[in-house]
Structure formats: C-alpha cells, structure tokens
Antibody
Framework: QVQLQESGPGLVKPSETLSLTCTVS??????????WSWIRQPPGKGLEWIGY???????NYNPSLKSRVTISVDTSKNQFSLKLSSVTAADTAVYYC????????????WGQGTLVTVSS | QSVLTQPPSASGTPGQRVTISCSGS????????VYWYQQLPGTAPKLLIY???QRPSGVPDRFSGSKSGTSASLAISGLRSEDEADYYC????????????FGGGTKLTVL
C-alpha cells in the first residue's frame, strides 16, 4: 500500500526557508487523481491546511500562507516538497505530508509527521 | 480562529452516545461535503467520515456523521476508552481561490 514519509531539518532559523520532502512509496506521485498535500499542526493546537499539488501539476495554497509557500513534485524521485520562506516562531509545528483523492478535503493518507522548530 | 467552529471539549462515559458539532457557512459546509478526522494522542490524523456520512473501510459503525445546512455533527455511540482522541471536521471552502478549512478540534474524554 502507499506510504508517505516526511524528511528535512528539524530546526530552522528565523527568516530562513523551511524545506521538507515527502517520499511516496508503494505508489507513484504522477499517477492517479491525487492531491499531494501539506498540513501542519502547531504544538498543542489544531490542524492547518498549507496547500496541495495536483497530480497534473497545478497547485493551490492557503491564502494566509500563499505568499511564502511553494509545493513542487519531483517525479524522478517520487517525491513532493514544501518550501516555506521567511519563517518565524509561529511556523513551529508538526508538518504532515498527505494525499487526498477525489477532493482535496478527503485526506485519506497521512505521513507520520515531522516537527520543525523555528529558533535561532 | 478556525473557519469551522467546534466545541473545544466533549466527554462521556463508556457505553454512552456523544455528539460533536461543527458549524460553518454557505461557502464551506453549506455547499460542500464534510469530513471528520480522528487524531489519537501522538499520532497523525485518520479519516473517520467522508462525504458527510460515509465510513472508510475499517471504521466501526459506532461512528456516524450528518449534515444539515451549514452545520454538521459526528456521533459516537457505545463510547469506548479507545475513542479518547481529538476530532476535527473539515470541508472545502469556495471563497477566493478555494481551500481546505478545518475546525479547531474537539478533545473527547472518556470518563
């Protein structure tokens, strides 16, 4: 079955760019009508949708983060990635990669999540 | 401030039936399906209900969802200790370019 695994630095300095990668195993990032997504959860708080890249390559981002977010796909590595620029302490969170089928809100598969702390 | 509004907490005793509400607007719940997620402590969320009231394979029929107008509810019957978790509602929102919106989450305690 398809599995997702996040990877990337656990500590990022303020004003720098947070970069995470999600490796897709057991399936292909370029096949099927999937929305490859990123969601985050600040410590002790609720879920916040960051955005997705559709299997066709189109993207859609949370309006509140849109100016700082880029989601891309590397089909040769079967991965998709998140870049969040100009981070502050408010961006400290567990970041989940996930996939949704049919519609973006139907998130049926989640990675285990990775904690990213923004601190100098 | 979440776009969808949920009570921060709910509780019940084993065997009871509890409901968790989720309130939205015409641009999200009012015009799109509602999804519910269960997040057990220290784990990633799991899809519990899709398309308002459908259960993915493996989800017990003790869990049920409903929607009316701009509100939705998750009901858990025959409450069990392992149901203690955070529950989130979600929906697509048609405003601006469209995005996924979540409720703030409800922490369910089994007394």
């Amino acid at each position: 079955q398809v599995q997702l695994q996040e990877s990337g630095p656990g500590l990022v300095k303020p004003s720098e760019t947070l970069s995470l990668t999600c490796t897709v195993s057991g399936g292909s990032v370029s096949s099927g009508s999937y929305y490859w997504s990123w969601i985050r959860q600040p410590p002790g708080k609720g879920l916040e949708w960051i955005g997705y890249i559709y299997y066709s390559g189109s993207t859609n981002y949370n309006p509140s983060l849109k100016s700082r977010v880029t989601i891309s796909v590397d089909t040769s590595k079967n991965q998709f990635s998140l870049k969040l620029s100009s981070v502050t302490a408010a961006d400290t969170a567990v970041y989940y990669c996930a996939s949704a089928g049919v519609v973006p809100a139907a998130i049926s598969l989640w990675g285990q999540g990775t904690l990213v702390t923004v601190s100098s | 401030q979440s776009v969808l509004t949920q009570p921060p907490s709910a509780s019940g005793t084993p065997g009871q039936r509890v409901t968790i509400s989720c309130s939205g607007s015409s641009s999200n719940i009012g015009s799109n399906y509602v999804y519910w997620y269960q997040q057990l402590p220290g784990t990633a969320p799991k899809l519990l209900i899709y398309r308002n009231n459908q259960r993915p394979s493996g989800v017990p029929d003790r869990f049920s969802g409903s929607k009316s107008g701009t509100s939705a509810s998750l009901a858990i019957s025959g409450l069990r200790s392992e149901d203690e978790a955070d529950y989130y509602c979600a929906a697509w929102d048609d405003s601006l370019s469209g995005d996924v919106v979540f409720g703030g989450g409800t922490k369910l305690t089994v007394l």
